[in-house]
């Protein structure tokens, strides 16, 4: 069982409850309802993300795997982190303060953190703009 308890990551014994490991200090800033970290299991490797940034650890020992920055989101939304295809996730969606156009999708390497893929969201804009299309398929 994991868990972060503000500036480590936890690994519990599931049966026992006694502490397995912790990380070393993780440094996720103030945290708030906007900046709440989110944590992700995949197979042998355990990610924390707090909006800012990206760390993956081993859950066999805590060690660091890699840290990176996670890209930006929209405005006072906690940051989004999920595994999908054998990829960590992170979509870079536009506000009025990135600068960003339409949403940036990066899938990246869960044990190197390496970028793997990167693709757009073309049809954002349309959306936000005239959502009427979208139940016409």
Not at 90 to 107: H, M
Request: aromatic share 8%.
């Amino acid at each position: 069982m994991f868990l972060h308890d503000g500036k480590h990551v936890v690994c519990l014994d599931r049966g026992t409850g006694e502490e397995r490991w912790r990380s070393s200090p993780l440094n996720t800033g103030r945290l708030s309802a906007s900046r709440t970290p989110r944590l992700v299991v995949y197979e042998q490797i355990v990610l924390l993300s707090d909006g800012r940034r990206v760390t993956a650890l081993s859950a066999r020992t805590g060690e660091s795997l890699w840290t990176g920055n996670a890209p930006p989101t929209g405005h006072a939304s906690p940051g989004g982190l999920l595994v999908a295809g054998e990829q960590v996730c992170f979509g870079r969606v536009p506000n009025r303060y990135n600068g960003i156009g339409n949403p940036v999708f990066d899938g990246l390497d869960p044990a190197t953190g390496a970028k793997k893929n990167s693709c757009t969201c073309p049809f954002y804009e349309e959306a936000w703009t005239d959502a009427s299309g979208l139940a016409e398929g």
